[in-house]
């Protein structure tokens, strides 16, 4: 039976861990893991010391990600710790597992990884479908939300950027977007249509480029991107700026 659980750890958290299953619950549509933490202590998050002093415990149950068509929630029995550092502003603290959970998480960290990437590919609505189809299923605001915790990637300098511009108020006010000619990707969204001109100046200049066709040409990797005005129609039926 032990050899068994311990099957199960490796299969269920492969990269987790000090993570014990006890036992494994399947129905229909839901499949329950009972879930504990082997860990003697854990660190205060507050002020790192560390504590094995158990002021109490109780149960979480994180939905994880699905499996063979079924829902999975962990039943994960978490123990709050005493801080043994006096000056701490932390009198107790709940252990959390790393990779796994977090503080007032209901989902794991896993997870939120998948719904994320979904959102990332389908946006909010389509994403939403998607992730009911495959047992996972959250509104679409909870999709969104998760694309918007994600950290913001880091954007290389483009050497050529294409200038259109955008319509928060058809006819009334325009803002400019600027897209990576080259990887076709937008960079930035400004809130008007002449501050790309400062917006230019300021961005870090990538390597020396060379341009033909009337393009604007660059000799000196000090000169900032060469900005490249294209006579298209914008979605909201103007042309560019």
């Known amino acids: 039976m032990n050899e068994i659980l311990l099957r199960l750890d490796e299969l269920l958290f492969p990269s987790i861990a000090d993570v014990a299953v006890l036992s494994v619950d399947v129905n229909v549509a839901i499949v329950r893991v009972d879930v504990r933490r082997t860990a003697a202590g854990?660190?205060?998050?507050?002020?790192?010391?560390?504590?094995?002093?158990?002021?109490?415990?109780?149960?979480?149950?994180?939905?994880?990600?699905?499996?063979?068509?079924?829902?999975?929630?962990?039943?994960l029995r978490v123990r709050r710790f005493t801080c043994r550092n006096a000056e701490c502003g932390r009198r107790t603290f709940v252990e959390q597992i790393p990779g796994l959970t977090r503080r007032n998480g209901q989902r794991t960290q896993r997870l939120r990884s998948t719904l994320a990437a979904i959102g990332l590919a389908l946006a909010g609505q389509a994403?939403?479908?998607?992730?009911?189809?495959?047992?996972?299923?959250v509104s679409r605001s909870t999709v969104l939300r998760l694309v918007d915790a994600l950290?913001?990637?880091?954007?290389?300098?483009?050497?050529?950027?294409?200038?259109?511009?955008?319509?928060?108020?058809?006819?009334?006010?325009?803002?400019?977007?600027?897209?990576?000619?080259?990887?076709?990707?937008?960079?930035?969204?400004?809130?008007?249509?002449?501050?790309?001109?400062?917006?230019?100046?300021?961005?870090p200049s990538g390597p020396e480029s060379r341009?033909?066709?009337?393009?604007v040409?660059?000799?000196?990797?000090?000169?900032?991107?060469?900005?490249?005005?294209?006579?298209?129609?914008?979605?909201?039926?103007?042309?560019?700026?």
Do not use: M, N
């Open 151 to 203: 950290p913001e990637p880091e954007v290389p300098a483009p050497r050529v950027v294409g200038v259109d511009k955008y319509a928060t108020r058809k006819g009334r006010h325009y803002g400019t977007v600027l897209v990576d000619f080259e990887t076709r990707r937008p960079v930035d969204l400004l809130p008007d249509t002449v501050s790309h001109r400062a917006w230019q100046r300021g961005w």
């Open 42 to 75: 854990a660190s205060c998050p507050g002020c790192g010391a560390w504590s094995a002093r158990v002021h109490g415990s109780y149960l979480r149950f994180p939905a994880d990600v699905p499996s063979a068509g079924r829902s999975v929630v962990l039943q």
């Open 217 to 241: 040409h660059r000799s000196s990797p000090r000169e900032p991107a060469p900005v490249l005005r294209r006579p298209c129609r914008s979605r909201t039926g103007g042309s560019a700026p």
């Open 211 to 215: 341009w033909s066709a009337g393009i």
């Open 127 to 137: 994403g939403s479908r998607l992730a009911a189809i495959v047992r996972a299923p």
